[in-house]
């Protein structure tokens, strides 16, 4: 009993799978048949473009038509053809690329003025510690000429041999 409900069911199940493949095969045989009425509607719209129409500059607008006609099915922004869609492309990169070289140029200028800027302040601050060293000279200078006049006051206005000690020489 249990055999005959076993098969049965894998009968039942048999009959189910029967079905739905007779339904796809019924899809698929409607989906061949709009293939082969699409594919003789390509091969008729390229017959006549070829054998009507003479000129062929006007070949590339309806070869156009027929790739969105045939190709795009009517998708949108499918309206390009591939080889527009690389030029695109490349035109995008070329836009990138030189939009990177112009910042790359910028920052290039940039560096070389901050650069020149820099070796100009450089150039001033050592212009400056020299002024200060010269003036720290003739400063040690006139106050070694003051210390000498003023021990010449205090003694009484004689000029004395002014007395060198190691204090006063000051490294330059």
Do not use: F
């Amino acid at each position: 009993l249990t055999e005959q409900r076993a098969m049965d069911s894998e009968q039942a199940q048999k009959k189910h799978q029967l079905t739905l493949l007779r339904e796809q095969g019924k899809t698929l045989k409607e989906v061949v048949a709009d293939k082969d009425r699409l594919m003789t509607r390509y091969g008729y719209d390229l017959n006549s473009l070829v054998n009507d129409q003479p000129d062929t500059n006007l070949w590339p607008a309806e070869i156009r038509r027929m790739y969105h006609t045939y190709v795009c099915d009517g998708q949108a922004g499918e309206d390009r053809l591939p080889l527009e869609t690389m030029q695109k492309k490349m035109n995008q990169v070329e836009r990138r690329v030189a939009s990177l070289k112009s910042r790359e140029t910028q920052m290039r200028d940039k560096a070389k003025v901050d650069v020149q800027r820099k070796a100009h302040e450089n150039a001033q601050l050592v212009n400056d510690v020299n002024r200060l060293r010269k003036d720290k000279m003739t400063m040690q200078t006139e106050l070694r000429a003051l210390k000498h006049r003023l021990e010449e006051l205090e003694c009484g206005g004689r000029p004395q041999v002014p007395a060198i000690s190691v204090l006063d020489v000051t490294p330059p």
